[in-house]
């Protein structure tokens, strides 16, 4: 079975994560999303989620097969080592955590997904 994986902070699943997922189910037989804990939120937004993480890993569940919290420090990719991945989705504006993965010399293939309708559903927007 290939698993895809993906990273986000999914704090509401809006339309574009909606599609997000979709295209990245595309990759794998199973896709798992990996949720950021709040307190890397907070470290890469400079706020904390309007959801917990819980209600964001329930909201997540809704359109993956899993939903788990990732790791609590940014550099740290074990939880990678804990599901084996085949290969790791990556969204449209997500260059450094691409750039993250590889200096952690992450040797899982990487995938970049299309943007959909990024100037109407990017989180950003919608907070």
């Known amino acids: 079975m290939k698993r895809a994986v993906v ?3 999914f704090d509401g699943v809006h339309e574009g994560h909606q599609s997000f997922f979709a295209q990245a189910r595309e990759h794998g037989d ?6 950021a804990p709040d307190s890397v939120v907070a470290r890469l ?3 904390l989620p309007r959801h917990s993480a819980e209600e964001r890993i329930r909201m997540a569940e809704k359109f993956v ?3 788990l ?3 609590e420090s940014l550099s740290s990719y074990r939880v990678l080592a804990e599901i084996q991945p085949h290969v790791i989705c990556l969204g ?5 955590l691409e750039k993250d993965l590889r200096e952690a010399g992450i040797k ?20």
């Open 69 to 71: 919290l990732g790791d």
């Open 45 to 47: 937004k400079g706020k």
């Open 108 to 127: 899982i293939p990487l995938i970049r997904l299309k943007a959909h309708a990024p100037e109407r559903f990017h989180t950003s927007l919608l907070s």
């Open 30 to 35: 199973e896709l798992i999303a990996l949720i």
């Open 7 to 9: 990273f986000g902070t």
């Open 92 to 96: 449209y504006d997500q260059e450094d």
């Open 65 to 67: 097969d899993r939903a």
